[in-house]
């Protein structure tokens, strides 16, 4: 079964926007840090965006923060993220992780526990 399942990438012309959701089938949902990983090829995999249920506090990659909004839904069991302004520096495949902390999603040397298996994001100038 799987745990978490994104959806949301496609197409999107440099400028716009796009929401990324992944959908968390884990028990206890608000017991998780849950995050966004994304990886172009050629390139190692980055920590974009975490949210700690703990303490609600969030993490963002420097160079999507003013751009990009992390966001829980805990009835709905699920995280966003909100993609505006993009560039086609932001294409990748995107990956949501969930742990116990956004210490993986802060430091990548770190594997978060449980990963999806991606949705495309392709940002066209």
């Known amino acids: 079964e799987e745990q978490l399942v994104e959806s949301g990438g496609g197409l999107v012309q440099a400028g716009g926007s796009l929401t990324l959701s992944c959908a968390v089938s884990l028990r206890a949902f608000e017991a998780y840090a849950i995050g966004w990983y994304r990886q172009a090829p050629g390139k190692e995999r980055e920590g974009v965006s975490c949210i700690n249920h703990h303490d609600r506090s969030t993490f963002y990659l420097d160079s999507v923060k003013g751009r990009f909004t992390i966001s829980s839904d805990s009835a709905k069991a699920t995280v966003s993220l909100q993609m505006n302004n993009v560039t086609p520096e932001d294409t990748a495949l995107y990956y949501c992780?969930?742990?116990?902390?956004?210490?993986?999603?802060?430091?990548?040397?770190?594997?978060?526990?449980?990963r999806g298996k991606g949705t495309q994001v392709t940002v066209f100038s």
């Open positions: 992780g969930a742990d116990t902390s956004c210490l993986p999603f802060r430091n990548t040397k770190y594997s978060s526990e449980w």
